[in-house]
Nanobody
Framework: QVQLQESDPGLVKSSQTLSLTCTIS??????????WSWIRQPPGKGLEWMGA???????YYSPPLKSHTSISRDTSKNQFSLQLSSVTPEDTAVYYC???????????????WGQGTQVTVSS
């Protein structure tokens, strides 16, 4: 059983960089042909795919977020991370890490999700 757990970002202020880490247990980030994504849900809105890192380390980003988003991984710790720079209050959302067998932005195609972590950006 694969389990994903997002880190707690703490307090984030406008213009700072948000850093989140997803720790994987019950599976390896490098085995299988999986894509590991970051997805967020702002209050009152739908899920937004932000980007993914593939089993081979390739990265993919949502075009509107690409300029200030970075996804990386630490295979020794079985983790992958998100960095979102120059945040604003509009980046306030619940942030999820999730796994899918293909590169997809469709939530239904993800088979494992973290519980989500609330990120609030103060002005």
């Amino acid at each position: 059983q694969v389990q994903l757990q997002e880190s707690d970002p703490g307090l984030v202020k406008s213009s700072q960089t948000l850093s989140l880490t997803c720790t994987i247990s019950g599976g390896s980030i490098t085995t299988g042909y999986y894509y590991w994504s970051w997805i967020r849900q702002p209050p009152g809105k739908g899920l937004e795919w932000m980007g993914a890192i593939a089993y081979d380390g390739s990265t993919y980003y949502s075009p509107p977020l690409k300029s200030h988003t970075s996804i990386s991984r630490d295979t020794s710790k079985n983790q992958f991370s998100l960095q979102l720079s120059s945040v604003t209050p509009e980046d306030t959302a619940v942030y999820y890490c999730a796994r899918a067998p293909t590169l997809t932005t469709t939530p239904d195609e993800y088979d494992y999700w973290g519980q989500g972590t609330q990120v609030t950006v103060s002005s």
